[in-house]
């Protein structure tokens, strides 16, 4: 390799000025240094948590924790320690007026010694950490929301905003590489750690999803819960080129929602977390304020879709801080059809007569 081609690709902190750079020189752009340190923060925190990931059982930081978190889960030892680095590499710079992590419950107060400023960090440091001890890829995602004007000490209520108002969102994946993804608003952008510098440096630039697609995500272990829209989508799927769709699907399932999002970043598809008829006071898993929001960010931002089945899901307005919200995501096209689906029979009763009594998704008696 020649010294042109290491000083080819533009380093993470380059990106970031010339993108303040482009945005200061916009008439009447108020954009100061400081959201670019916030992102370097967050990036110093993603390579802490991708060096102790990499360290395997060596860290001895794998297996539970044994305690639980803000929604009764169990906590795995790395769960609370991602907690932990992202909290502390994040809490001191005087750019944040507050942070909201999935392990916590109430929103994290910066302490009094540090300066606050005009923002709100929200993330879920570990995601897919049922991966972490089968040595699978998994993730940090986060979300940056403005703090309402004049508050200087956010209580839950100014973290409720809908991912429409997100002002950047992105994720780490810590796979055979360690990439960092992100959108400002202007593009999806991916960014790989070299570790011999220890510093990310754009490989993916302007990432598109491909409108259509072949490939298709979900829980199959869940489908006797599916509602008739879903069963409808993946039936149709199943059939392949002989049914509906004219054409082979694949599926694919890793569990872990980062991981998921970047192969459809990669190559296309769709993931479906779809509400179920188990609880009707739980309508999705993943959560909507740094799970859904900052994911479904990044997919729009990459011309896909990001919907809870019934419309965008950038566009709900949150309620409570750890709200699930159902979650389908990718090949704008897939959306758009698994939309027009629920609409068409959203009732329950209506799924009699649109199936067939034949195959692995057969009506099931109700
Ligand atoms: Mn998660
Ligand atoms: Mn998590």
Known sequence: MSADEFSAATPITR????????????????????FTALIHDVRLACKRIAALIGKGALANALGDAGTLNAQGEAQKKLDVLANEIFVRTN???????GMLSEEQEDPYEIPPQYPRGPYLLLFDPLDGSSNIDVNVAVGSIFSVLRCPQGVTEPTAEHFLQPGSAQVCAGY??????????LST??????????????????????LRIPATTSEFAI???????????VRRYVHECLEGQSGA???????????????????????????????????PGRPGRLRLLYEANP????IEQAGGRAST????????????????????????EEVERIERYHRDHNEFELDVPLFGTRGLFTTPTV
Not at 185 to 206: A, K, Q
């Open 15 to 34: 990106f970031l000025i010339e993108e303040q750079r482009r945005v200061n020189a916009q008439p009447g752009a108020v954009c100061s240094g400081g």
């Open 91 to 97: 809490e001191w710079g005087g750019q944040l007026a």
């Open 295 to 298: 994911i479904g960010f990044l």
């Open 245 to 279: 769709r004219g054409r082979d699907f694949n599926m694919r399932w890793i569990a872990s929602l980062v991981a998921e999002t970047h192969r459809i970043l990669m190559r296309g598809g769709v993931f479906m977390y779809p509400r179920d008829r188990r609880d």
């Open 172 to 181: 780490a994946i810590y796979g055979p590489a360690t990439m960092l993804v």
């Open 185 to 206: 608003g202007r593009g999806v952008h991916g960014f790989t750690l070299d570790r011999e510098i220890g510093e990310f440096s754009l490989t993916h630039p302007n």
């Open 309 to 332: 089945g019934f419309g965008p899901v950038l566009e709900v307005t949150p309620e409570r801080l750890h709200q699930r919200v159902s979650f389908i995501f990718g090949a704008r």
């Open 219 to 229: 829980n199959a272990s869940n489908s006797r819960h599916w509602e008739p829209a």
